[in-house]
Each structure stands twice: as C-alpha cells, then as structure tokens.
C-alpha cells in the first residue's frame, strides 16, 4: 500500500509535550485548568519559519508520569488540558497548514488503566508469575494483543483522535507488538481515513519485513541514526556506506522516518565530538531519501545526555519557556529544509558512493533525472575535487562550509572539516 500522497512533502517537528510546557517532572504537577497545551500554539509559527509541515507529538493521554504508562486513551492528560484545548491546537496547527501527529502506546498501559484496576486478566499478557511488564518496568504492564477486544479497543482509539483532527499516528514500541496485532488493527482505520499515516517505532530488524507484515507506512530509521553520529565520531564514514546501502533497499519498499535526534536519545550537539560536525549530520538527513523528523531544540544546537537511570530522559526533554534566537544552526536548518522543499523528489532520493575514505566522503543523492552531489570532509586536510574524474561533470555549488556559491565548476576543494552541495548541471 503506497504512503499518501501528503507525506511526500512531509518534514515534522517533533516535541515532547508533558516536558515541553513543564508538566513533568514538576514537583507540583500542573491543574487542567492551565491549559498547558495551549502553550504549543505559541511556536506553531517558529515550527512554520523552521520549514516543517507537520507537528509530531509526544504522548498527550492521561497518565500517572511521563506519558508512556497510559491511563485513558481518551482522555488528554489533565497535566495539559483537556479536549478543548486540543481542539484549539488542531485549529491553529490547521490554520497554518502543519498537519498534527499523535503518539500512541498500545503495547502496553499504566496501573491506572481501567481494565486491570478491575482485574480484567484477559486483556493482558501472562507469564507463569503474573502479568508481563514491558522491558521490566512493573508500572508498565503488556496487553494481550491477541484478545479482539485489544484489537477493537486500539482501532477505536486511532479512529476517534483521526475524527477530532489528527493526520497519524506514531505507533510506541511497536517492535514489542506482534506485527500480526497492527495488520488487525490499521485496516479498519484505514477504510475510515485512507489518508492517514502510521509510523511504528521500530529499533533493529529486517524494517522492510515488519512494514509489510505490519501494514505499516514507514518505521523510525535507527540504523541510519547511529551510522550518521558514529561514523562522523569514529572517522569511518565506510559504516555510512554500509547504512545508506541499507537504506537505498528500504526505499525500494516503503520511505523510512530520518532523524538525528529524538525524545529518546542524546541531543546530536552532545553526541558528536566534534561540533563543526553538527552540519554534516544535518546535511546527511536533509539531503537522503525518507520522511525526515527535527526534534525541538536541535535546530538551536541544544544539548543534552540521556542517561540509563530513573529520570534520565529529562535532560533532553526540557521546558521551552523562551523563543529560539537566531543562529547558524538555526539558519542552516532553515536552508537545508528549503532546499529539501525546492527539491521535493528527495524524498525516495537513493544515493551511490562517488568517493569514499574514512574521513572524505562523496555521494549523488538522486531520484530518476534529478540529482545532488554532496561532498563530506571531515579530514584534517582539504579534499580537492575534479568533478570530470568523478564522473558527475560540472555544475554549481549551492551549499557548504567556508564556501561561497560558484558557478561553473569542474573543480572545487572541500575545506577541512566543510561539506559542499553541488546541483550538476
């Protein structure tokens, strides 16, 4: 089943409420008479300068803590406010025309959940000594994906936030889920909202199986996630090759969800050793075939450690109380985003290996007639380029590091640590 039509041109903020408007961790969680929620409507505008169409947000159902120990599917997190409040978030996202995303968790629910407070075994999972917890969290308890009345509930679900206004879904752990459970699920929702998006979460594996035994759009590409930071860490931009030949296979199936930073991993500004690298991780994601994802903050170089401890998700979840300034991270967010819109066919674009050593590398990234050449330096020494040597004959610079726009080049020269677009002619 082809993506809709829409996605072709989808680039998504992506925020994590609950910490985006100080909901949690709070040492006095917010009343729904705060109507936090509302306080994301004032950056539906810097999400539109940025270049998105869409908002990708993070859980917004009630729950006891971070979102993702569901209570009420329902109901919206009293910490944010209520239904109206997101009405007037859908109203004012579709007002600028920014499409909205929704965070679901159907793998597993809170002790909150209504049906195991009143001891309804049968909508959950057992083990030999009692229910099954996701990954060892005992607050965190798995349903039974094999009960119809999961299935009918997760439809319905999806199916009532699509009526209020939603464009998809983000699908939580799905690589926990049987893929059998979603291809039980989504065509139901699909023969309501046949232009709806379904995203799984889905770490390692064999992506282009899961999305067709899923009936999934797409899945979150992690493979290219760690290629892009570790090879640009390690000066071994071979792991890259192998990741993007990876990645040109997926295309051929679905267009996979890119990204260099989320609500669940380090900030990119903290994982790269180097910080003139941040534009060559940028470049990588704006200039390579998927359905691209910038987590807030990232566009203005924010920092922070996820740690493998109780509350080591909050330093890169933070309150944003206060309007991005300008920067040249933000800017070149802005150009490269641009330049992503100005060339939509980026979007199934698959790349092939011009030139390639540990710490230089050059690829075309292309999608039938069009094509980009992007060149990658992060050797100490600049990399001279003939572009007749390597085949691609000339054309004219139109991004990079240290490097004013040129007409007519047959032979340029990467600066050390630089990168450089080129548009053949």
Avoid: C
Avoid at 219 to 231: G, M
Avoid at 337 to 363: E, F, K, S
Avoid at 392 to 416: F, L, M, W
């Amino acid at each position: 089943m082809p993506e809709p039509a829409w996605v072709a041109h989808a680039i998504w903020w992506q925020i994590y409420p609950l910490g985006f408007v100080g909901a949690f961790p709070a040492e006095e969680p917010p009343a729904p008479g705060e109507h936090r929620m509302r306080r994301i409507v004032g950056w539906l505008d810097h999400a539109v300068q940025l270049g998105a169409s869409g908002i990708a947000l993070g859980p917004i159902f009630a729950s006891r803590t971070h979102g993702y120990d569901t209570t009420d599917h329902y109901r919206i997190d009293p910490r944010l406010g209520d239904d109206d409040d997101f009405d007037h978030l859908v109203a004012e996202a579709r007002s600028r025309g920014l499409r909205i995303l929704l965070d679901g968790v159907f793998n597993h629910v809170g002790t909150d959940f209504a049906r195991y407070r009143e001891g309804d075994a049968s909508w959950f999972h057992q083990r030999a000594n009692g229910f099954s917890t996701f990954e060892g969290h005992d607050e965190l308890i798995t349903l039974n994906h094999a009960n119809p009345e999961v299935v009918a509930y997760t439809a319905d679900v999806m199916t009532h936030w699509l009526r209020r206004g939603a464009d998809g879904w983000r699908l939580d752990a799905a690589y926990a889920v049987p893929d059998r459970f979603w291809a039980e699920v989504l065509p139901s929702v699909r023969r309501e909202f046949p232009d709806a998006w379904f995203l799984g979460e889905v770490i390692h594996g064999d992506y282009s199986a899961t999305v067709r035994a899923a009936t999934f759009d797409s899945v979150t590409q992690y493979e290219l996630w760690k290629a892009i930071w570790s090879s640009l860490n390690d000066g071994n931009f071979h792991e890259l090759d192998w990741a993007l030949k990876r990645h040109n296979e997926f295309l051929e199936t679905f267009v996979p969800l890119t990204f260099v930073g989320n609500h669940d991993v380090t900030r990119i500004a903290s994982r790269l050793q180097n910080s003139a690298h941040l534009e060559h991780a940028l470049v990588l994601l704006l200039t390579t075939g998927g359905t691209p994802s910038i987590y807030a903050g990232d566009e203005s170089g924010y920092r922070g450690v996820k740690e493998d401890r109780r509350g080591g998700d909050d330093a890169v979840r933070p309150e944003f109380t206060t309007a991005p300034e300008d920067s040249d991270a933000l800017r070149l967010h802005q150009y490269l985003i641009g330049l992503r819109r100005r060339h939509p066919w980026l979007h199934t674009a698959t790349t092939t290996p011009v030139l390639l050593t540990n710490t230089q590398y050059v690829y075309r990234t292309g999608s039938g007639p069009e094509s980009l050449i992007v060149a990658l330096n992060i050797d100490e020494a600049p990399l001279p380029l003939s572009l007749s040597e390597l085949g691609v004959g000339p054309g004219r610079v139109i991004a990079g590091a240290g490097a004013p726009p040129q007409v007519d080049v047959s032979h340029t020269e990467v600066p050390p640590h630089g990168w450089l677009i080129i548009q053949p002619h």
